[in-house]
């Protein structure tokens, strides 16, 4: 019969009824032969019947195990669809589950439910980027390796993104310092469900005293590398259904300029031709990019052997398992994974990272296919007369910055510091972009600083009113129309306001850390002739620095 968990509910007490009935159908006179013969007739049945309903109990408790493991697909009309399980039928298999390969996870039933302690459950993204970390005794590189992913991200990219940190620890009040400290580095990013900290159940981890060493590595190394195969594989189970593509990253790596876009182009590249998966980094794991639809395959092979190897080692067994022919060479076996496994060149990602997560290893691996990320980004921008009141450290220079030739470095902000581009011309500023700090420094940036312009019609000031983004007058005729939030400040320069003589960014409160301008963006309507100009190198001769050189930093 068809059997259904709801059932449990009314076993119980129809044995109970079951067995009332029995024993007030004992007659009270018991003396006789058949009375007795009829009695151990009737202990029979009861005995059968109690096998029975063991046997459908043991039924619904497998079911219940498959249950908690499968999903349950949907019909057009978004109803369940009706499965069968091995169980609904009788004399069928058992199918294996998570609990073959993790058996231990049968006596702890919130083994597998994360604790997610950050994230707005944002999903249907192009691109999720697992990031798994712990506890480290030196040197923690979390920071700086998201300051790295979101340094370069456009608008766009940042609201197709998601970037799980799967912090893979179970001491509950360290993982809520960790996102508290993300909370408070990046709250923008926090704020809009870009960033997401999840941790595993204190019973997800199994006993690893019970390993056995192989490979000739030591019983601290074995425990090292099988928890490493459990939590990637716990960080793409969790990833699965959140996006289209998942890359599996480090938590001490830097990322090239663009990588975001470079991933997403290289991927479309490739979708004529069937790939298990792409690589953005030649070292270990770092950079490796999945469709997300094949992730449950994927962990599936990795809890089989997570005892037995390396996770990288057991990636690169499915492709021999999937193409590589035993009869064949090694020569043939490398050009058949070659074509489900694509490299792109250069690689995006790089290792920075001295000291391991494995207690006591220093591991300098680097990628020499590296492509290294800027630390600033140059823009043809009109003809200026750039100043500040901002001391700059070493060469470090607000004029190197505005002609595309590095960063500008300031020292500590006050009230009333200020950057400012005067025009050589008054010209129409369709936008704006102003982003400071990097990946390297991703403190020094500008705090409670707004931006500012100066219409070339003095008359301007009394027209302009209250407007999307707010606009106000500020002191010396300069109207403010935006301000920085998180470090980038980005914007339109609204049509009334031109043309525009000069842009200003006026820091409005004292500042704890100094501060990197990275990248300046200030197109007029005529780029191209400005670019030509710049060109013929005009720009550098109409370009200079003004502040008290005697503030500045050697």
Not at 500 to 506: E, P
Request: net charge neutral.
């Amino acid at each position: 019969m068809k059997f259904r968990p709801v059932q449990l509910v009314f076993l119980l007490p129809l044995g109970f009824l079951f067995s009332f009935t029995w024993i007030n159908s004992i007659p009270k006179q018991t003396d006789s032969y058949e009375e007795i013969q009829s009695l151990y007739k009737r202990l029979l049945k009861a005995e059968a019947a109690g096998v029975q309903v063991n046997l459908e109990l043991q039924r619904a408790l497998e079911r219940l195990a498959n249950f908690s493991t499968t999903k349950v697909p949907s019909t057009a009309s978004g109803q369940p669809r009706q499965e069968l399980a091995s169980s609904d039928l009788p004399n069928t298999l058992p199918l294996p589950n998570i609990f073959s390969y993790l058996p231990h996870l049968k006596e702890h039933v919130d083994g597998l439910t994360p604790n997610i302690v950050l994230g707005q459950g944002r999903r249907g993204v192009s691109l999720v980027l697992g990031v798994p970390t712990v506890r480290r005794e030196k040197q923690s590189y979390l920071i700086n390796t998201l300051s790295s992913l979101l340094f370069s991200l456009t608008p766009s990219q940042c609201a197709d993104l998601l970037i799980i940190i799967f912090v893979a620890e179970t001491d509950v009040e360290y993982v809520q310092t960790v996102a508290d400290l993300l909370i408070k580095s990046f709250p923008m990013e926090a704020g809009a469900g870009l960033l997401e900290v999840v941790s595993p159940s204190q019973s997800f981890y199994p006993d690893f005293s019970t390993l056995h060493e192989t490979l000739g590595d030591s019983k601290e190394r074995v425990k090292w590398r099988t928890k490493q195969t459990l939590d990637f594989s716990y960080l793409m189970l969790y990833a699965q259904d959140k996006g289209k593509y998942y890359v599996q990253l480090e938590d001490d790596i830097v990322a090239t300029t663009d990588y975001y876009g470079m991933m997403q182009r290289y991927a479309l590249q490739q979708e004529a031709n069937p790939w298990l998966f792409l690589e953005f980094s030649q070292l270990g794991f770092i950079g490796k990019m999945f469709h997300t639809q094949d992730l449950t395959m994927i962990v599936e092979f990795f809890l089989m052997f997570h005892k037995d190897k390396p996770i990288d080692w057991l990636l690169d067994h499915i492709l021999w398992v999937k193409v590589c022919n035993p009869e064949r060479d090694q020569k043939h076996c490398n050009a058949q994974k070659s074509l489900i496994k694509r490299r792109h060149k250069p690689s995006l990602f790089q290792h920075v990272g001295l000291h391991s997560s494995l207690s006591g290893k220093v591991q300098s691996l680097k990628d020499k296919d590296f492509s290294k990320q800027d630390l600033f980004r140059a823009h043809s921008n009109p003809l200026a007369q750039v100043s500040t009141s901002l001391a700059h450290y070493k060469t470090h220079t607000l004029g190197g910055l505005y002609l595309g030739r590095g960063f500008f470095w300031g020292l500590t902000p006050v009230r009333g510091d200020h950057v400012t581009i005067r025009l050589a011309q008054p010209a129409h500023v369709k936008r704006y972009l102003f982003r400071s700090g990097s990946f390297e420094s991703h403190l020094d940036k500008f705090y409670n600083t707004t931006v500012e312009v100066l219409p070339r019609n003095a008359s301007v000031s009394t027209e302009v009113s209250v407007g999307s983004p707010p606009q106000y007058i500020g002191s010396d005729g300069f109207i403010v129309i935006g301000d920085f939030q998180a470090g980038v400040a980005e914007g339109l320069v609204d049509e009334a306001l031109q043309p525009v003589s000069a842009l200003r960014l006026m820091v409005n409160a004292d500042s704890d850390a100094w501060v990197l301008l990275s990248e300046v963006r200030c197109p007029p309507a005529l780029s191209l002739f400005l670019a030509l100009l710049r060109a013929n190198r005009l720009l550098s001769s109409s370009c200079s620095l003004k502040f008290d050189d005697r503030r500045g930093r050697k």
